[in-house]
């Protein structure tokens, strides 16, 4: 499996907004799915958005609809998340992950067979 290296984490201001990239080392997404998630202390893994390389089916978690965009990018072979207009509530590691899910499986984390170790997102009111 490809090591997957995500990117872009950092401290930002409640109404700013941050670029969160997911790169395979060596390796092309090929026809993998590749999901954000993310995760709080204290609380469960949460589904933030995900897009299938090859076809580009995407999904957005309730909490990033409006706000969150999930976006390819064959040059870099990459997967960006670009967040806009954070909350305080958006402050987690998020992780990349790729793995083979049907459509209406994208937000199962348990269908993403290979993760990233995680960048951290830091949110200030």
């Known amino acids: 499996q490809a090591q997957l290296v995500e990117s872009g984490g950092g401290f930002v201001a409640a109404g700013g907004s941050l670029t969160l990239s997911c790169a395979a080392s060596?390796?092309?997404?090929?026809?993998?799915?590749v999901g954000w998630f993310r995760q709080a202390p204290g609380q469960e893994r949460e589904f933030v958005a995900a897009i299938r390389w090859s076809g580009g089916n995407t999904a957005l978690g309730d909490s990033a609809k409006g706000r969150f965009a999930i976006s390819k990018d064959y040059v870099k072979n990459a997967v960006s998340l670009q967040m806009n207009s954070l909350k305080p509530d958006d402050t987690a590691v998020y992780y990349c992950?790729?793995?083979?899910?049907?459509?209406?499986?994208?937000?199962?984390?348990?269908?993403?067979?290979?993760w990233g170790q995680g960048t951290q997102v830091t949110v200030s009111s």
């Open positions: 060596g390796r092309s997404f090929g026809g993998h799915t």
């Open positions: 992950a790729t793995g083979h899910p049907i459509v209406s499986e994208f937000r199962n984390a348990r269908a993403y067979a290979n």
